[in-house]
T-cell receptor
Framework: GAGVSQSPSNKVTEKGKDVELRCDPI?????LYWYRQSLGQGLEFLIY????????KSGLPSDRFSAERTGGSVSTLTIQRTQQEDSAVYLC???????????FGPGTRLTVL | KQEVTQIPAALSVPEGENLVLNCSFT??????LQWFRQDPGKGLTSLLL?????REQTSGRLNASLDKSSGRSTLYIAASQPGDSATYLC?????????????FGTGTRLQVFP
């Protein structure tokens, strides 16, 4: 596709359930990033992929959060046993290399009831 | 730890005014700096990327400058229009052997009224 796509666009779940968020980067982009935007916290980094490996996972807030990337393309962010404080917009970005322009997807709005 | 601050937090101006949005960062050893806009309920749109060796970048009515020594970047918007209404974010690249991420500022919410 022409840009970064994310699915679903909105997700409402109950506390304690697991959720999976998907990101399709721009074709050919080797670097992929996940960020989270929540009220009062601004935009914060979660994880960075170069190819299929994740050299920087330092932003993942707890061990309930995990992410993988397969085939150097699609990435999935999984949140286990969701909590209300996980409610936020999760944004994915991709770029053609380190320090190159990052292009963002529209985000997934997660609401945990 | 790098911290990025934007001033003002919100701005409301009449159409036609020239605007300056400010971004400051605590660690001057940055690589690149990027300005984004975000419309309500939408993702981020890249506006300008300034590489560390550059002092400014221009795109249409937008001009961004970078002064690493003072830890500042400014985004200048000429002849503002209602369509410029959005939140503007600056972000500093934190880059190394095992990391590559953006550290975002707090944002400036801009409203341009007719």
């Amino acid at each position: 596709g022409a840009g970064v796509s994310q699915s679903p666009s909105n997700k409402v779940t109950e506390k304690g359930k697991d959720v999976e968020l998907r990101c399709d980067p721009i074709s050919g982009h080797t670097a992929l990033y996940w960020y989270r935007q929540s009220l009062g916290q601004g935009l914060e980094f979660l994880i960075y992929f170069q190819g299929n490996s994740a050299p920087d996972k330092s932003g993942l807030p707890s061990d309930r959060f995990s992410a993988e990337r397969t085939g150097g393309s699609v990435s999935t962010l999984t949140i286990q046993r969701t909590q209300q404080e996980d409610s936020a917009v999760y944004l994915c970005a991709s770029s053609s290399g380190q320090t190159d322009t990052q292009y963002f997807g529209p985000g997934t709005r997660l609401t945990v009831l | 730890k790098q911290e990025v601050t934007q001033i003002p937090a919100a701005l409301s101006v009449p159409e036609g005014e020239n605007l300056v949005l400010n971004c400051s960062f605590t660690d001057s050893a940055i690589y690149n700096l990027q300005w984004f806009r975000q419309d309500p309920g939408k993702g981020l749109t890249s506006l300008l990327l300034i590489q560390s060796s550059q002092r400014e970048q221009t795109s249409g009515r937008l001009n961004a400058s970078l002064d690493k020594s003072s830890g500042r970047s400014t985004l200048y918007i000429a002849a503002s229009q209602p369509g410029d209404s959005a939140t503007y974010l600056c972000a500093v690249y934190d880059w190394g052997d095992n990391t590559d991420k953006l550290i975002f500022g707090t944002g400036t919410r801009l409203q341009v009224f007719p």
